[in-house]
């Protein structure tokens, strides 16, 4: 079974490619201006991109907050190819990270 520590260690990978990962979804509780903020960032600074990342898993949904941060970055996302926001499940989650390994 996938979950979000082992997806967690596959996009640390991406580190071999010049990814910086930063990851924020610790079981810890979240300061209240977090909640609703995403899983993981990711940045590839000689490249110029930006990623954020929401992972999913099973019959996880996405919370109200969480949709609507995921409203704003797909704007964004629409005005600055170099900006992306990925939601990540236990399905599509090797073709994302191949799709980010191509960028």
């Known amino acids: ?3 979000k520590k082992y ?3 596959e996009l640390n990978k991406l580190k071999t490619y010049g990814w910086d990962v930063k990851t ?3 079981n810890k509780r979240m300061p209240s201006g977090a909640v609703g903020f995403l899983d993981h960032v990711l940045s590839h600074s000689k490249k110029g991109y930006i990623i ?4 999913k898993i099973g019959k996880d949904e996405l919370s109200k907050k969480q949709i609507g941060f995921r409203e ?3 704007d964004i996302e629409k005005v600055n190819h170099h900006f992306q926001y990925y ?3 236990d399905k599509n ?3 994302i990270l ?3 390994i191509e960028l």
Not at 52 to 55: A, L, M, S, T
């Open 87 to 89: 939601l990540l499940d």
């Open 93 to 95: 989650y090797v073709n």
């Open 24 to 26: 924020f979804n610790y």
């Open 72 to 74: 704003t970055c797909l």
């Open 1 to 3: 079974m996938i979950t």
């Open 7 to 9: 997806i967690t260690d």
């Open 98 to 100: 191949q799709r980010i």
């Open 52 to 55: 954020f990342i929401e992972v």
